[in-house]
Structure formats: structure tokens, C-alpha cells
T-cell receptor
């Protein structure tokens, strides 16, 4: 069955520290997509990244970087030089094909607290 | 220029009532979704519609009935509300996920916090 595990329930760091959020997934599909979403205290879900299973190149966007390792079924997210505004719950998600559509299977989320 | 909007943002109601949540997207997407986030922050899909046609119905009680009058709108009607229905409900949309068989990004609305007393 499709599954996403975010083992870290909560992480607390001091501003400017680097932090890595772990995501491990299980899937029976040969082609799939992985996503990260951010949910700040205001509650909305903000899309961060989408990665195709065939593209194992790491991605960097400003202070954010993602490490996709198909061999270990992991898609980890690193924030460099964390800031207080990074405080949020971060969700990793996996696409699952359903008939002619797809749905997102979410992990349980990691709450990141960045202290000044 | 809101992409996916939901109304209302907060909904407080009594057990047994019937209520609706509205969702609209102006992204020109063909597929829309409803997700439920419970008190522990778990997010789970409920329904998806593609161009007004129901595609996914994830064993949701039939007290929940989605309605899509056109591809830009997907409303959620809930009958006989129960305490366990208290949650945050998110609407989302994506570009056509059916005919092209691609997995496009789902963009979420701001959520509707439903509290059943």
C-alpha cells in the first residue's frame, strides 16, 4: 500500500541553524510524484515542490533544498540558515493513481519551530 | 487574484444540522478535490471531480455530498452533522489529471474550519 512516513513529529532549532526534515515513502507504482507542502500557523497549505520519480537530481531553491534518493525511498527537505518565518508544519506527500485520476497520500507532518 | 477560494472560513454549527462549504478556483483547472484535516493534522482525500464528473469517492459517509455545477466550482454539502465531522476541510485543484495521465500539482484553498457542537 502507498504510505508516507515522517518520523519526526516536532523539531525545534535556533534561528540560522540548518534543519533536515525526513520523508520516507512506500509505493507499488513505477512512476509517481512526490511533493512537499508547508502549513504555516495561519493554516493554509502552500505548495513547495513536486518531483517526478524519474528525476533524482537534487533541487535547490534559495535556502530550501531537496534530496531524492530512490534507493532508500526518501525525499528529504533541508532548510539552510533557518528563520523564524520557517516555523510551520511541513507535509510530504506521494501521488497514487486512482482510475483515471490521482490522489495525494500525505505523511503525518513535521512541526518545525524556529526560535529567535 | 485568489487562485482557490473557500467560503466560509469558519463554520460553527449544532449537531444534526445541514451545512455547505463552497469552493471556487480561477486557475482554469479541470480537476478539483476535497480533503479533510483532522485534529491531529492528518490530511486525507475525500472526493475528486474532473470536469464535473466524480472520479474519487474515498469511502466517505453518504451524509457528505459533493456537487460540481461547473468545472470551476466544487461544493461540499454535509447532512446531519456529527461531532466527528469537526475538522478543517480543504478544497484543491489541479490541471487535467485524467486525459493526459500526468500528475499535476494540487493547489489548495485556505481551508474551512468546521466545528460541530
Amino acid at each position: 500500500a502507498q504510505k508516507v512516513t515522517q518520523a519526526q513529529t516536532e523539531i525545534s532549532v535556533v534561528e540560522k541553524e540548518d534543519v533536515t526534515l525526513d520523508c520516507v515513502y512506500e509505493t507499488r507504482d513505477t512512476t509517481y510524484y512526490l511533493f512537499w507542502y508547508k502549513q504555516p500557523p495561519s493554516g493554509e497549505l502552500v505548495f513547495l515542490i513536486r518531483r517526478n520519480s524519474f528525476d533524482e537530481q537534487n533541487e535547490i531553491s534559495g535556502r530550501y533544498s531537496w534530496n531524492f534518493q530512490k534507493s532508500t525511498s526518501s525525499f528529504n527537505f533541508t532548510i539552510t540558515a533557518s528563520q523564524v518565518v520557517d516555523s510551520a508544519v511541513y507535509f510530504c506527500a506521494l501521488s497514487e493513481d486512482v482510475d483515471s485520476s490521482y490522489k495525494l497520500i500525505f505523511g503525518s507532518g513535521t512541526r518545525l519551530l524556529v526560535r529567535p | 487574484d485568489t487562485a482557490v477560494s473557500q467560503t466560509p472560513k469558519y463554520l460553527v454549527t449544532q449537531m444534526g444540522n445541514d451545512k455547505s462549504i463552497k469552493c471556487e478556483q480561477n486557475l482554469g483547472h479541470d480537476t478539483m478535490y476535497w480533503y479533510k484535516q483532522d485534529s491531529k493534522k492528518f490530511l486525507k482525500i475525500m472526493f475528486s471531480y474532473n470536469n464535473k464528473e466524480l472520479i474519487i469517492n474515498e469511502t466517505v459517509p453518504n451524509r457528505f455530498s459533493p456537487k460540481s455545477p461547473d468545472k470551476a466550482h466544487l461544493n461540499l454539502h454535509i447532512n446531519s452533522l456529527e461531532l466527528g465531522d469537526s475538522a478543517v476541510y480543504f478544497c484543491a485543484s489541479s490541471q487535467d489529471a485524467t486525459s493526459t495521465r500526468t500528475t499535476d500539482t494540487q493547489y489548495f484553498g485556505p481551508g474551512t474550519r468546521l466545528t460541530v457542537l
